[in-house]
């Protein structure tokens, strides 16, 4: 058994309440950061390093009180500029030190991984109340009325208990017909999970059954339904207390879209101003009937790109009367807010750059016509330059959550695993997975973190049972969704087990027949148990949903962690196999506390050396400390 209190013995903070006072600062505002340094770690003196207009300033740090093991030190952030670095230096035996978002370092770092106050507004707190369960509605319910609307003549018919295309053209065209009056029709699944926001992916016309080659923006989908469909799934949602947030393309349109049909016609009309137009030949440049050349998404024809730096782009898709992004937030649909595809990839092309005016212009537009929408943006790659508070109010966290998940969880070699890469996935240990996350994390601020899509898996991606492949090590990667801080994230059917090699393939209908009797080959009563019970266990949790994060083991078939907000704290143990166990300290449990089970099946025990971790695995716990 390892004594593996050393994490512990480090100096510690995030930007919790802990640690932070709760509230947006404003520019001129002093905020007093708190510091706790374990007396084991031998710091004898702090002082706290600032980044003012670009220079580093250092004001010492006072001595603020304690508790059995380890002391306090506040300092004070002056708030200047509307994101302020700021890390810690220690006085320690064997020489400085510094501590940042990464860690604790016994050499020189950039400022890359320093905290950050922000005098930007968080994300809506109703973003974390509970799971997001995202639907793709072509694959979640049919109505009795979908099978009467006529099928377009891109679709291809399925039957619903068909295997989605994993490639092809038949990826993109299979039509099972599902449609928003079925997703009403099952909103007590969705609330029997807990969940607190449901998202849709596109519900406007297209040539596809993923509709991100919208051909209009002013109205919904007839095949789903129609705009009076979307306003009953809002009002029925709404009626049981969760929210509503769309699916919208800022990147691009359908070639098929009627800006572009008439852009293509008529190079006078506004229309064409719209849109990105090139030589033929370039990257990611297609080409029309006619010879034109014109921007499209990673080169595919069907979807040309926006340009924004056209005022008629802006009008027509924000600030206009019928522009969309407003439009769809006020009644009768009253959606609660946006997930922007391709954000990343909006506003950018060649050497101009109007990604971060794009964000921050749609925040406005949203919580101007909604003061409590919310924004989240999907980028699959490095976000954290995006993401410094002032656009997007959050990311779809591939990069900090998914992909370092799955690479400790992983089959070895499954092509799955590694999700975008023409390489098989590597089974890599719990080290790596930390390291990388809280790379990540340290680069935006706290209050981005704390409000993050955190996801095992989506429309996009391989099925989570596929990438680790067992029920068992599904529960340990769903256990770390629920909580580690963020939102979690849920594609319709990871809950029930669903399998799929990659996006297309994943996109697997809801065998609603197998659950109505209990159980089958595409429905796992198991594993929506666990889901089930770990969103009961966060909706229960103040630590989980809102408390900071400190690592106190990190092996490589184990990691453990603590969640503490004010009033408790939470340890968290994740064990990919069996592995040599550890034993914490005793000041982590209330005076004359036992560890309380909140979930799993591995049990802690309290002896005279302190808490007991065991090496048993696979296995989760979650246990209230105090």
């Not at 031998?42 to 250092?58: N, Q, T």
């Not at 799934?233 to 070639?255: K, P, Q, S, Y």
């Not at 016509?369 to 959050?394: K, M």
């Amino acid at each position: 058994m390892t004594h593996a209190s050393h994490l512990l013995d480090l100096p510690h903070h995030d930007g919790s309440a802990l640690h932070v006072p709760e509230g947006t600062p404003a520019v001129g505002d002093t905020v007093p950061v708190r510091l706790r340094v374990p007396q084991a770690s031998g710091v004898r003196d702090v002082w706290l390093r600032s980044v003012r207009d670009g220079e580093p300033r250092l004001t010492p740090a006072r001595h603020d009180g304690g508790t059995a093991g380890e002391d306090y030190y506040v300092a004070d952030v002056v708030v200047h500029n509307p994101v302020t670095p700021y890390r810690f230096l220690l006085d320690a035996p064997g020489g400085y030190r510094w501590l940042d978002g990464r860690g604790v370092h016994d050499r020189d770092v950039p400022d890359a991984g320093s905290f950050r106050l922000t005098t930007h507004a968080p994300a809506p707190a109703w973003l974390a109340d509970g799971p997001v369960y995202q639907i793709f509605p072509d694959r979640f319910a049919r109505s009795g009325e979908a099978t009467s609307r006529p099928v377009p003549d891109w679709a291809v018919p399925a039957a619903w208990d068909d295997e989605p295309a994993g490639d092809g053209v038949l990826a993109g065209t299979q039509l099972y017909g599902g449609d928003l009056d079925g997703i009403v029709a099952h909103l007590d699944h969705l609330a029997d999970l807990g969940v607190g926001t449901v998202y849709l992916t596109p519900v406007f016309p297209g040539r596809s059954n993923h509709r991100y080659d919208a051909s209009t923006f002013d109205r919904v989908d007839p095949l789903l339904g129609g705009d009076a469909a979307y306003a009953r799934l809002a009002r029925a949602v709404h009626a049981r207390g969760m929210r509503l947030m769309g699916d919208i393309t800022t990147n691009h349109t359908g070639e098929g879209h009627e800006w572009f049909a008439r852009a293509l016609a008529d190079p006078s009309a506004p229309e064409h101003e719209m849109y990105v137009w090139a030589p033929p030949g370039g990257p990611d440049v297609a080409t029309a009937p006619d010879g034109t050349g014109y921007a499209a998404w990673l080169g595919f024809g069907s979807l040309p790109k926006l340009d924004w730096s056209a005022p008629e782009t802006w009008r027509r898709m924000v600030t206009g009367d019928g522009a969309p992004i407003t439009r769809y937030l006020r009644e009768p649909f009253g959606l609660d807010g946006w997930r922007v595809d391709v954000a990343n990839m909006t506003g950018r092309w060649g050497s101009a750059d109007r990604a971060h005016a794009v964000a921050r212009e749609l925040r406005a537009a949203v919580v101007g016509a909604r003061p409590d929408g919310a924004l989240v943006a999907e980028h699959f790659h490095d976000a954290t330059a995006d993401l410094q508070g002032d656009g997007w109010h959050a990311n779809m966290n591939y990069t900090g959550f998914t992909r370092p998940a799955w690479s400790w969880l992983a089959v070895d070699g499954s092509p799955a695993g590694a999700h975008g890469l023409p390489v098989g996935a590597v089974r890599r240990p719990g080290h790596a997975m930390v390291a990388t996350m809280r790379e990540f994390d340290s680069a935006v601020p706290w209050t981005v973190t704390a409000r993050q899509w955190n996801l095992l898996g989506s429309h996009d991606t391989p099925r989570l049972r596929t990438v680790v492949g067992s029920a068992e090590a599904a529960e340990v990667a769903a256990t770390l969704l629920f909580t580690y801080p963020g939102t979690p994230v849920v594609f319709a059917g990871d809950e029930v087990g669903a399998t799929g090699d990659n996006g297309e393939h994943a996109r697997t209908t809801m065998a609603w027949d197998q659950g109505a009797r209990g159980g089958g080959p595409r429905w796992d009563t198991a594993t929506l148990d666990v889901y089930r019970r770990l969103s009961a266990v966060r909706r229960g949790s103040s630590a989980l949903r809102d408390g900071g994060m400190r690592w106190a083991v990190v092996a490589d078939d184990a990691v453990v962690f603590l969640r503490e907000s004010t009033t408790e704290r939470v340890l968290v143990v994740l064990a990919r196999g069996p592995w040599e166990g550890a034993v914490l300290p005793h000041h982590l449990l209330a005076p004359g506390a036992s560890p309380e089970r909140l979930y799993g099946g591995l049990g802690l025990r309290v002896t005279t050396d302190g808490i007991v971790v065991p090496g048993d695995g696979p296995g989760v716990a979650v246990h209230r400390l105090a």
